[in-house]
């Protein structure tokens, strides 16, 4: 069964594009129906633009009140027939009142294998700095369900890279995205497969 996707993302969107790709060549049966950013200038926004997917700018510093940004954010996924949310890029932490609203169904992509770094200051190219400077030989991409613990919902899907020893954080990066790219495809897939099971916060693929 097809979902529904909204994408929120503050960056680049490359996570994004390869979604929107494989959603239009069939590669997955979702679509994506908005994509939000808290960062205007986000080259996810100017993606969803080209591709003619709705769009929003929505960031707390825009309303009084966390309670009003929260309901505007649920008053668009409710537009948009939102059922399911994809984390892409987005360095944000969503409101707990939209976690329990959707419970099981907000993913995230963390770009190494988690639980190896991640957490506080895990993000962009700081985890790739961190996975050099501890010489891991193996990195990669992980797709996790979010809950209201930054990076501790369970992990959904893993994807493995090698670090070669001329990588540095960069060429790493550029790695790993190329994996998440392919990563991000085949979760949508299990959960519009409904092949994905959770008990205690441990998740079970069909
Ligand atoms: C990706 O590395 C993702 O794992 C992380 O943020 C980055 C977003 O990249 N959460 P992009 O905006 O999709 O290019």
Same mark, same amino acid.
């Given at each position: 069964m097809g979902l529904n996707l909204c994408v929120f993302a503050s960056g680049s969107g490359s996570n994004l594009k390869a979604i929107i790709k494989a959603s239009l060549t069939g590669?997955?049966?979702?679509? #994506?129906s908005l994509v939000i950013s808290n960062?205007?200038?986000? =080259?996810a926004l100017k993606t969803a633009a080209e591709y003619n997917i709705p769009y929003l700018h929505l960031?707390?510093?825009?309303?009084?009140?966390q309670k009003e940004f929260t309901a505007e954010i649920l008053r668009s996924l409710k537009k948009h027939k939102v059922n399911f949310i994809l984390l892409a890029g987005y360095m944000k932490m969503l409101d707990p009142v939209i976690i329990k609203k959707f419970r099981n169904r907000i993913i995230n992509i963390h770009?190494?294998?988690?639980?190896?770094? =991640?957490?506080?200051?895990?993000?962009g190219i700081h985890v790739h700095e961190a996975v050099v400077a501890a010489n891991e030989q193996i990195t990669g991409a992980t797709i996790h369900f979010v809950n209201e613990?930054?990076?501790?919902?369970? #992990?959904?899907l893993q994807k493995q890279v090698r670090v070669k020893p001329a990588d540095d954080a960069e060429s790493l990066q550029k790695r790993v995205l190329r994996a998440e790219h392919k990563l991000y495809p085949e979760a949508i897939r299990l959960f519009e497969e409904k092949r994905v099971r959770v008990r205690k916060n441990k998740v079970f693929i069909k």
């Open positions: 590669r997955i049966n979702s679509r #994506v960062n205007s200038g986000a =080259g960031s707390q510093k825009l309303f009084a009140t770009p190494a294998l988690l639980p190896k770094f =991640g957490g506080k200051g895990m993000y613990v930054y990076d501790s919902g369970a #992990v959904i």
